[in-house]
């Protein structure tokens, strides 16, 4: 049904189960008995958009306790896909009436792990093949979703707890903000943008050579969406050599300097370290012996953070190889051998670096993002998370 989260091309439900489960962002307590999850927790949506189209909400997921996919109606609900078929065939009609302009729906999230999709004036077009739902793929221009102004938001509600994310891995498109009241009665919010961030972003992609490709507009106008660059490179609305240059000096570099990965925070004394020889950068660990080795990436791998710099859920080449997407994406490796490098401050500071990650961050009003797969490393990321959540909030932004 969703491509895995951590592939990061779309960034997608399953992941986020593993990363709840403590692969990726660190395991969650198990909830004590006296504040164990419920079965369902309110969803607040707020329409803060400004516009007048009405609002659609889509709950999908897969059901955590039985692994069936499907959707969520507005009480919590859960209701199985029907079979597919082939060509895929309409999916049952899973839209819950957003809040209008200025106003505020509650609806009741069930545990799944999933996306909360919202579309402005026209409802989402999903179909169901035979291996489950086809979601929205607007980098291809005969999607029948490529003209509608949407978006989606990642979390996964499980005994653990919440996670709740903003993403712009796939695409930077209406914007919106995300929170949770905690079990204390506080609230952590994120997501924002700052005031004119939504047009910032845009202007600051066609001031780019080659990065305004990325722009999809409707034909009335509108300004829809940026697409992310990997999907960028993969249509060819973005040069599949934008980031050879910098990659090729990494390379260089390393042929004759070490670099140190050191994948884990809460585990200082794990070093992997990286030398070049032959094409191929080799990890070895602390007694000399070989752990993983990387072909040269190209962009589409370092965008994607998969193909050549592929991450499996293990504790060896995985966390080396989400070390060095984000030090390939925010262009960290040639200024500090030691990675991560987890200081803000440094990211994007080479002319040759992801231009699509760099303008949304600094565009967030606290400075996250999932502007791209691994941008969890060090904690970048746009995420909340509560052990024990009252409520959680979905707030629709304007898009100034």
Request: overall charge neutral; charged content about 15%.
């Amino acid at each position: 049904m969703f491509r895995t989260l951590r592939h990061r091309i779309a960034a997608t439900a399953t992941a986020l189960a593993t990363a709840a489960a403590g692969v990726l962002l660190g395991a969650a307590p198990a909830a004590p008995a006296e504040t164990a999850v419920p079965a369902t927790i309110p969803l607040q949506i707020t329409n803060n958009s400004g516009r007048a189209e009405p609002v659609y909400v889509y709950n999908l997921g897969t059901e955590l306790s039985t692994g069936r996919q499907g959707w969520a109606d507005a009480s919590g609900t859960f209701h199985a896909w029907p079979a597919g078929g082939v060509p895929p065939v309409p999916a049952p009609d899973a839209s819950i009436a957003g809040p209008a302009p200025g106003g505020t729906t509650t609806i009741r999230v069930p545990k799944l792990s999933g996306r909360i999709y919202f579309s402005y004036g026209r409802k989402l077009d999903f179909r169901l093949a035979t291996g489950g739902l086809v979601q929205p793929a607007v980098q291809n221009p005969s999607d029948p979703n490529r003209d509608i102004l949407f978006n989606w938001s990642e979390y996964t509600l499980n005994d653990a707890g919440l996670w709740l994310n903003s993403t712009q891995v796939d695409m930077f498109s209406a914007p919106y903000a995300v929170g949770v009241q905690r079990a204390d009665g506080s609230t952590a919010v994120t997501g924002h943008l700052k005031p004119g961030g939504y047009r910032g972003v845009f202007a600051d992609l066609r001031a780019r050579s080659g990065w305004a490709g990325l722009i999809q507009t409707r034909s009335d106008g509108t300004v829809l969406r940026a697409l992310s660059p990997g999907h960028g490179v993969g249509t060819g609305a973005l040069p599949a050599s934008v980031l050879d240059d910098y990659i090729d000096r990494v390379w260089q570099k390393y042929a004759t300097a070490t670099l140190t990965v050191t994948p884990f925070a809460d585990r200082p004394g794990t070093k992997y370290y990286g030398r070049v020889s032959g094409g191929v950068m080799r990890f070895t660990d602390g007694s000399g012996a070989v752990v993983t080795s990387f072909q040269k990436p190209d962009a589409d791998s370092v965008f994607g953070c998969h193909k050549l710099l592929d991450a499996p859920n293990d504790q060896v080449r995985g966390p080396i190889s989400r070390t060095l997407c984000a030090g390939f994406n925010r262009s960290t490796l040639l200024v500090n051998p030691n990675q991560p490098d987890t200081s803000p401050a440094a990211f994007y500071q080479d002319a040759v670096t992801n231009h699509y990650a760099r303008a949304i961050h600094s565009r967030t009003a606290d400075g996250t993002a999932y502007a791209f797969a691994f941008d969890d490393v060090g904690h970048h990321e746009s995420l909340v998370q509560d052990g024990s959540p009252r409520q959680a909030y979905l707030i629709l932004d304007p898009l100034d």
